[in-house]
């Protein structure tokens, strides 16, 4: 199973910028999958994530109304939109995927059986 994340960059406050997440090894319509972040010297936290079943999403408050999770099951292919990015937006953005929530856990890390590398986004001031 591989996760490839892509799709960071250097870009200005009030930017957008479009992250990819492509699934191999495993059918992304058939899995949960998330967005975490982390930023230097701080934990990963959650971003949004998207149930397989019923493409019902979730958001950090920190994002919810700029940030849009969403998929293309052809491609098998997760994306989040990132629009009005901030400097506190700035983090090694990660995809993951699990076949299963336990008691609605989507926000938690540990929750995710397989995750792709960190894309980097950096928003200057």
């Known amino acids: 199973v591989q996760l490839q994340a892509s799709g960071g960059g250097l870009v200005q406050a009030g930017d957008s910028l479009r992250l990819s997440c492509a699934a191999s090894?495993?059918?992304?319509?058939?899995?949960?999958m998330g967005w975490f972040r982390q930023a230097p010297g701080k934990e990963r936290e959650f971003v949004a994530a998207i149930r397989w079943s019923v493409s019902i999403t979730y958001y950090a408050d920190s994002v919810k109304g700029r940030f849009t999770i969403s998929r293309d099951n052809a491609k098998n292919t997760v994306f989040l939109q990132m629009n009005s990015l901030t400097p506190e937006d700035t983090a090694d953005y990660y995809c993951a995927a699990t076949k299963y929530y336990v008691d609605d856990n989507y926000d938690i890390p540990a929750t995710y059986d397989y995750w792709g590398q960190g894309t980097l986004v950096t928003v200057s001031s």
């Open positions: 090894g495993l059918t992304s319509s058939s899995y949960n």
